[in-house]
């Protein structure tokens, strides 16, 4: 089909779902979380869970949910698509449920299993004005950061989790 990766020749395969995985951020908090931040904010966890699957196109389809831990209380979801390209370049394309929406470009690494991605284009934002994520695969983990700048302060920190597939 012209996609690079492992996912694209499963086709039958159902969705690849991941959890936060237990203990790996080193919280006390008992349940496997993210971990939230920026300079202008409070320091905050979350629980998440993602989904990736695809249609047999050579296009990944991309789901996330977050929750608050204490009340399970939705926070942030976003969804999008995946397109990678053979020579190790990929695109991807989020809908946020706050309303943003990003076009982020980047490449993929199919050896070290990891992604390194930049926003391209940022719209319908009040604050945001930059992106940046990068994900990393380890066996059945998924680690991920985001990175973001907005009207107030440059590139910094908002999001990390260690999540399992399940
Ligand atoms: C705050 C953007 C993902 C939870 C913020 C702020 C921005 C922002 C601009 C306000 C910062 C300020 O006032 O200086 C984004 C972007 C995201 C993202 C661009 C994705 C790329 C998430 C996710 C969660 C989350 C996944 C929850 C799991 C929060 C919380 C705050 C916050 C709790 C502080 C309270 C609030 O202002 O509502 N985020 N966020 N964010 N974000 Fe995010």
Known sequence: TGCPLPVCKQPDERPKLY???AGALDLENEEDVGQGGFPTIQAFDY????QFWHS?????????????????EPMHAESG???PKIDGSLEVIIA??????EVQKGTYNAENKSIALLSEII????KVKGINRSFTVVGDDLEYTVSMATN?????????????RV
């Open 96 to 101: 946020q449920s706050t309303g943003l929406a």
């Open 81 to 83: 698509y995946w397109r």
């Open 47 to 50: 629980g998440e869970e993602i």
């Open 19 to 21: 959890r936060p995985k």
């Open 56 to 72: 047999g196109k050579p296009v990944m389809a991309y789901a996330q949910k977050t929750w608050r831990l204490s009340s399970g």
């Open 123 to 126: 719209a319908n934002a009040s």
């Open 152 to 164: 107030t302060h440059s590139l910094h920190p908002h999001l990390r989790a260690v999540l399992k």
